[in-house]
């Protein structure tokens, strides 16, 4: 079964290379995007979700609110909060939620070794 990945970010410039990056490291991959927490509460396919990639800073509210849901719906879902905010609160809810932290801008290489880590290093990195 091929990867299915989640992005979610305002920006449509981000999900672009956050999409391109995944689909050469994943040229078979689905990739479901949403440009905020509640349009992303609508996608379908939650359930079957390889990994999410959710930005910290949106309008409606911030990422890691939508984690949280994520997370009480699918505990072992892979999960990575990517923003360019690295301050020690946002790191420290990222790793009470079990999310990892992917600094912005996120390169091809910190997407592979998050997609390509355990499940159990990635809830922790």
Do not use: W, Y
Request: glycine content about 4%.
């Amino acid at each position: 079964m091929a990867e299915t990945f989640l992005v979610v970010d305002d920006s449509k410039l981000a999900r672009m290379v956050v999409r391109q990056a995944l689909r050469d490291l994943h040229p078979d991959c689905a990739i479901l995007e949403a440009a905020t927490g509640p349009e992303a509460d609508q996608v379908d396919g939650v359930d079957t979700l390889t990994a999410a990639f959710i930005d910290f800073n949106m309008p409606d509210e911030d990422g890691l609110k939508l984690a949280a849901r994520l997370r009480a719906r699918r505990p072992d879902l892979p999960i990575a909060i990517v923003s360019a905010n690295a301050q020690t609160d946002v790191l420290e809810r990222a790793r009470d939620l079990g999310a990892a932290f992917l600094e912005k801008p996120v390169s091809r290489d910190a997407l592979a070794g998050f997609v390509a880590a355990p499940a159990a290093q990635r809830r922790s990195a």
